[in-house]
Structures are given as C-alpha cells and as structure tokens.
C-alpha cells in the first residue's frame, strides 16, 4: 500500500538515458503521485493493480514500463493494453508513439470495434509491437487466428471498472488465457468494485498493489438530520432531492409498504424512481438494478433486505426516509456513498416519536448529529431532476451470443456515437441493456433498429418506467 509520495524526477529511474532525454523533450520532468508509486514495481517486473483516474499520468507509468523490456528487432506483439472505448484507446496509442520517439519504428497498432476488420487485419499481417484495442475486437481478431500472442511480455488491462461496467469481464478473460503465463500484468482502475479483486485473482501473480487514497472515508460523508411532521416525510424527500439535486440516490425505507408510497409520491413529483423490495421476481430486480446503476434512475427507494449486498459505484446520496431502530444498519445504510474519492451526503428525517432512536445512533457514531431546518430546503434549479442517461434494451442476450463489444462497435460504428456517450453494457440470458445519454436516447433505438449487431438485425426498444 503506498501513500502519495514527493515529488520525484524521472532521472531517479533505471531508465535509458535516451528514454530520459526524450521525456525531457516532452516536458516530463517530475513523476506524477502515481508515475512515481507505480514505476519503480513495473519495472521491477512485478505484476501491478493502481487506483489511477484518466489525467492522472497513468499512461505514461505502464507505457515507459513495457517499453522498456520492448525489442524492437523483433516484430512481434510484446504488449498489449486493453482499453474500454475506442477513443481511450487512441489516446493511449498516440501517448505511447510520443514515448517511443526515443527508439527507432517502434509499431503500435490500434484495433477496435465500430471500424472495418479487413484494414485491421492487412495491419497485423505487416507486424507490430504493441497493440492497443478494445477487448471484443481483440478477441475478434485472436478467434480468426489472425493475432498471435507467442511473443507478449507485458499485458495492461486500462480503466479496468469501465471495462467490467460495461459487461467486458468475459472477453477480458478469454484473452487473458490467450497470453503467455510469463508475462506481467498491471491492472489500471479509478474505483474496487468486487469484479477487480476477482480478476486480479484470475489474472495477476502476487501483484503489489498502489492506493494513492483510501478508498473509503467517514469525512467524506456528510450526514444531517431533519425532523419532520409524520404527514409531511414523504413530501420532504422530494424537497431534499431539488435542494442536493444528486444524480444517484438510494431512499431507504422500514417496510415494504412505505417504499411503495414513497415511490408514488416521488413519480408524482415527476422524479424517475424504481423500487427494489422482497416481492420482486429475480428479472424484474436485475432489470431495476440494472437502471439504478447505469444512471438511468434518479433514485433507488428499497428496503434494507432488499438492498443487501448492493454496491454501487457512484452514489451521491443516501436518504434515511424513516430512522432505523438498529444503529448498525444506520451506518451499514450510509456507508454506502463517499466511496473512492467521492463527496456523499447521507440524509435522515425523524419525527419526534423517533427520537429515541436517533440517540442511538449518537451512541454508536460516539458524537451527536447535525440538525437542520427543512425550511431551508430549496429548489437548486426550475429544471426536473433527470437522471443523465436512458437505458435501451435489446432484444436477444448471451444465448444469441451478443457480447458488449457487438454492442458498442454498433453503435460508435455505423450509427456514429462515440464511446464517452455510452455507459454501462449489460448482457443477460435473453436481453442485453445498455445505458446510452439522454440526448442520443431516441435516436440510438432507431438507428439500432434499423442496423444490425453481429450481423444480424435486432429488436430495440427504451425502457420506460
């Protein structure tokens, strides 16, 4: 575990003094926190897992490590990072050409989906050292037997949360089987969610890991109390979602019952919310959670069963809708938002009958909690809170053998989207759902419907609540 060291010069580094006089050029002077915790472990050889955001110089700390154990007489593919989009892709390719000035030709070669396979394919057949791609096309081209790995030494996987949000974790796997087991692994993620400690575990040799924050932190939840008037709690939970206008937001209710009053009180106020609660059958709950978590739903109203071992990466808010009796599931219910790096509010009412167990709460937490007025509730905007994205779904799944990559080459290829306006891809047994901005909502299910996927013409449809 490392903590965010003083600034550093490259020249502290085993590097080439080539490769030094060309990061002076380029005005590489001092490493970044993560540059200067990550290097010195890759090029060591150790396998690596780095909380590391985009602008954080990441790129630049897994690209001067696998070039340096580049040969550049021999043309065979002896890295390859895998990127969740194709425009992350491109950045990185064009990061790492910058960085190999010091070296004569060396080749990096991009292959993502949304593009032609033939010029891809006429490309890899001339050669290549590195590949930088998205990991559906990479698989593309490793299935036609087209890509050989025999000769690669270094695997990057980049921005490895997007890559299993939005559904890559299958592919990601098969191409990893595909790769020499002598070969170093370093795994770049801005957030830990579940699936990174799995893949790390399928994938990395004893990896040496780099935290430059801790990834949760009480400060960072900021926590207010609100009494209320037992008529008027419903009502106030709308007041706090225009006043914090957070983007995501779980509504944690006692009973079953209030959750579906909740729920009719909010879409009534016009809010996009979904419940989740002990009735639901299996499909229709992956269908809400799917929507919560791709940011299509503004807020979650759930009870504390049914929201067991829910994890979400992003969630602004959590708003307590009744006090609950046991302090634990209070700070269990909260825990829940200020993750990674993240501001999170955590929002309680109390009527005075509930008093009691707002002491509790104060005993557990060994400090008392901060009361404010709900008159000082207002609108922070005229405008409705929208969540940022839509979710389309598809008609067919993995029994159709639609994998993600299908899915985003479709729409960042013929239709003409880019990558940073879709989100989460979820591929299920018969359906695949994939979160798509607002604004391209209407037109992403026409152009869906009147394209194909894989080939073959699909069924689209937004999914309203």
């Known amino acids: 575990m490392t903590n965010t060291p003083t600034a550093k010069p490259f020249s502290a580094l085993s590097l080439a003094p080539a490769t030094l006089e060309n990061l002076n050029r380029l005005g590489y002077v001092e490493m970044t926190p993560i540059q ?23 790129t630049a700390a897994f690209s001067l490590a696998l070039l340096a154990k580049l040969d550049v007489r021999r043309l065979d593919v002896q ?33 993502c989906g949304g593009t032609p396979m033939k010029p891809q394919t006429a490309s890899l057949e001339h050669g290549a050292h590195i590949i930088v791609g998205t990991p559906g096309r990479i698989m593309d081209h490793l299935e036609h037997g087209i890509l ?14 997007r890559m299993l949000d939005m559904g890559f974790h299958d592919d990601i796997a098969k191409v990893a089987r595909q790769c020499p087991k ?36 009480d400060s960072k939840i900021r926590q207010r109390f609100y009494e209320v008037e037992e008529n008027d709690r419903l009502h106030v939970v709308g007041q706090l979602l225009n006043h914090f206008r957070p983007v995501s937001t779980i509504a944690f209710c006692n009973t079953k019952q209030q959750c579906r009053d909740l729920l009719d009180v909010l879409r009534a106020q016009g809010f996009h919310a979904l419940a989740l609660h002990g009735e639901l059958d299996q499909r229709d709950r992956d269908q809400v959670l799917i929507q919560f978590a791709n940011r299509s739903c503004s807020v979650l109203v759930a009870t ?28 269990h219910r909260i825990g829940r938002t200020g993750r990674a790096d993240q501001d999170g509010w955590a929002l309680s009412l109390a ?23 709900v008159a000082e509730l207002t609108p922070a905007s005229d405008e409705p809170l929208l969540p940022p994205m839509e979710t389309v779904q598809i008609l067919g799944g993995k ?37 798509v ?23 689209a449809r937004l999914m309203e609540e």
């Open 36 to 58: 200067a915790a990550s290097l010195p472990i890759a090029l060591a050889g150790h396998d690596l897992i780095a909380q590391a955001k985009t602008g954080s110089g990441k």
């Open 351 to 373: 009527s005075m009958n509930e008093m009691g167990r707002v002491g509790g709460i104060e005993q557990a937490l060994k400090r008392e909690v901060e009361w404010h007025p």
């Open 182 to 217: 002598e070969r170093q692994t370093l795994l770049f993620s801005a957030t830990y969610p579940d699936g990174i400690a799995k893949l790390s575990q399928q994938f990395l040799r004893n990896p040496k890991e780099v935290k430059l924050e801790e990834r949760h932190d």
């Open 304 to 331: 504390d069963v049914a929201a067991r071992g829910l994890d979400i990466a992003q969630l602004e808010a959590v708003i307590n809708v009744d006090v609950t009796p046991d302090p634990e599931v209070y700070v």
């Open 437 to 459: 901005e607002r604004s391209i909502a209407k037109s992403a299910v026409r152009k869906l419907n009147a394209g194909k996927v894989k080939g073959k013409k699909v069924r």
């Open 79 to 111: 890295a390859m990072i895998l990127c969740p989009t194709r425009e992350l892709a491109d950045q990185v390719a064009t990061e790492i050409r910058r960085l190999a000035r010091a070296e004569e030709n060396v080749k990096v070669l991009t292959l």
């Open 399 to 435: 029994k159709e053998k639609i994998r993600p990559g299908d899915v985003l080459g479709a729409l960042t290829g013929e239709a003409g989207f880019t990558g940073a306006q879709i989100g989460k891809i979820n591929v299920t047994e018969f359906s695949t759902y994939v979160a």
């Open 148 to 161: 050989s790995l025999d000769a690669l030494n270094t695997l990057v996987l980049d921005e490895a949360d």
